[in-house]
């Protein structure tokens, strides 16, 4: 049985409570999910927002800042002055002159991911109410990609309800963040996902590349370009558990697998699931949790320096406080 992030997280039992900074601190699901989180002694939290605002919303839920629970307004914050410096040097070459620059850091994702890149916040979570190209765009602007990353794409942790005789957990890639990805880029996806399924899901990769054919049933450029990612998986990275190109049910389910796949050591069995792009990703993911009854927990970016996460809008305080194990524990594994 999968753990859950949470579940995870307490067995690493790391040796410090790290700080995480939310940069949604007025919307109650994350205060929530916040609060959860500091309860269950995984971590202290940074709300940022407007004082008077983030505060009703603690007052709201029977709780306040103080130890532990700390509130930034980065339009007063004695850090945001350091914040708009560091952003100028990082974007003056972009064109980003001083104001812009304090305009920039005075907004609460860009001061969120200040805090991490300064070293104050070990991630960040975000997107309950900000868009995915939002949170995104200032996780790559500010934070940055890590040394050994092409570039940065985004997945979902999907766990299946207890009712589900064939659920198993798995993981969703590029539900969030690359629109149309190369053939090139698929296969830096399907690889990066797999480092983060063994990290988080605690498996051994099984990586389906995903379309609307299964070995060659149809015929079309959308397709080929799976068929390119998965030959370039199988000649880079041999030691990769990799098959494709599958439709889904071949990937999920194992008498079809045997049948459109035979003799597959993945079709049937697959726990990392490659999109070919981010409609088929994101409409995907949506299914599987609103008419399957998954508990998605993303999108979680894999590629940047140091972490920082977004959220659906649509999020529930669980989800913040999954998400919040998710970023401790991508700490834990760099
Ligand atoms: C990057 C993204 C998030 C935003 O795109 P955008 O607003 O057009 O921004 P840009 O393309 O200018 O990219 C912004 C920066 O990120 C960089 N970037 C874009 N995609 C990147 C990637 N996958 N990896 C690394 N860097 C990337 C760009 O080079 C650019 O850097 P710069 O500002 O230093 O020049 C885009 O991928 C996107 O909109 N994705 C879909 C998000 C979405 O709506 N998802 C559905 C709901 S989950
Ligand atoms: C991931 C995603 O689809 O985000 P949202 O629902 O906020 O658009």
Known sequence: MTQLPIELLRSCAPANRPTIALSEGSDPRIVAGALAAHQAELADIILIGAVAEVEA????QGASAGPGIAVHDPAT???????????????????????KARAAAETPLVYAAMLVRSGRALGTVGGAVHTTGDVVRTAIQVIGMAPDAAMVSSFFLMYPPASADNGRAML??????????SAKELAGIATASAV??????????????????TKGSARHP??????????ALRTD????NVDGELQFDAAFVPSVGERKSPGSAVAGQANVMIFPNL??????????QRIGGYAAIGPVMQGLA?????LSRGCIAEDVTQMIAVTILQALNK
Do not use: W
């Not at 959308?222 to 030959?231: F, G, L, M, P, S």
């Not at 990275?237 to 990769?240: A, I, K, V």
């Open 77 to 99: 914050a004695d850090l945001t002055e350091e914040f708009a410096s560091r952003y100028h040097e990082l974007r003056k070459h972009k064109g980003v002159d001083e104001a």
């Open 172 to 181: 969703y890639s590029d539900c969030g963040l690359v629109i149309d990805p």
């Open 196 to 213: 983060s399924a063994r990290a988080l899901l605690q498996v051994k990769p099984k990586i389906a590349m995903l379309s609307f054919s």
């Open 279 to 288: 409609d088929a990703g994101n409409i995907g993911y949506k299914i599987t």
């Open 306 to 310: 140091q972490p920082a996460n977004d």
């Open 222 to 231: 959308a397709v080929d370009k799976v068929i390119e990612a998965t030959n």
């Open 237 to 240: 990275h041999p030691d990769l």
């Open 57 to 60: 919303t603690l007052q709201a």
